[in-house]
C-alpha cells in the first residue's frame, strides 16, 4: 500500500468504521426487514431503497477501475469480474426478485451509499493500481484459496435468499420458520455466506483493501445474525432449539 498517497488513509477509515458499526449494533439493531419500525424518518418501498443503496457498488466500482494502471492486466480483470458477479445480482436482480412489501428508511438508505462509495474506492484502487498482480498469481495457492471460498460464500448466500423468498411463494405475508440448506444449522447463512464471501475475497486479493472490507462485512452481518437469531427464538415457539444464530455448533 503506497505510504506517500492518501490512498491508505481511506482503508484505515474503512477499518475505523469497522470497529464504529459493529459497537453500534450490539446496541441498535438496524431498522429494516423484521426488524422494521417507526422513528428513524421516510421510508422507500425496499426494492427500490436496495437498488439504490447497493448499484453504486457496482457501477462507480467499474468507474473508479477503470482509471488504474493495471486496468486492462488479466488478474485485475478476473477479480472485477468475481466483485460484479456478486454486485450486478444484489444490486440489480435481488431486488427483482423480492416478495413482500416492506419500506426502508432512507436514513439506511444514505448510510449504506455512503459506505458504498468507499468500499469501492478503496477495493476498486487496489486491484486495477496499486496492487501488483502478474499473471502467475492466478497460479498462487493464496488466490486458488480465495476463490473457492469466495465461490462457496456466493452460493450460501444465493442459495439462502432463495428458501426465504420461496416462504412466501403463495402469496402469504409475514415470516415463517427456514428449513433447508444453511438454515439446518444457522438463523442466517445468508449472512454467513456473505462473511465467507468476502473473506474469501481478502485472501484472493491478499490485500489490506480486501481485508477492510472483509472485516466491515463481519463488523455489519454478525450482530444483525445475532438480533435475527433473537426474533426467531421470541417470535416461534418451535424454533429448533439446536439452530446458531450465525457460526454452526458454535454461535
Known sequence: MPAESPYRWFVYLEIALAVVTFIGL???????????????GPTVPARVGWLIMESPASL???????????RAE???????????????QRA???????????RMPVSVMGMAIVFNVLNTWVNARWISEYGTYPTSWLADPRFI???????GGFSLNLGSDRI????????????RIPFGGGYRFVSSP????????????AIATWSLAGFSFALYTFANLAPRAMANHRWYRDTFDDYPP????????VV
Open 26 to 40: 450490539c446496541f441498535i439493531v438496524a431498522p429494516y426487514g423484521r426488524h422494521g419500525r417507526g422513528g428513524w
Open 60 to 70: 462507480l466500482f467499474l468507474l473508479f477501475y477503470l482509471f488504474g494502471a493495471h
Open 74 to 88: 488479466l488478474v485485475p480483470l478476473v477479480f472485477l469480474l468475481l466483485w460484479q458477479v456478486h454486485y450486478v
Open 92 to 102: 440489480f436482480v435481488y431486488p427483482l426478485l423480492m416478495r413482500g412489501g416492506g
Open 145 to 151: 484459496v480465495g476463490l473457492v471460498v469466495f465461490i
Open 164 to 175: 426465504l423468498r420461496r416462504l412466501r411463494r403463495s402469496g402469504a405475508t409475514g415470516y
Open 190 to 201: 445468508n449472512y454467513l455466506g456473505e462473511i465467507v464471501e468476502w473473506t474469501g475475497w
Open 242 to 249: 439446536d439452530r446458531k444464530a450465525l457460526i454452526p455448533f
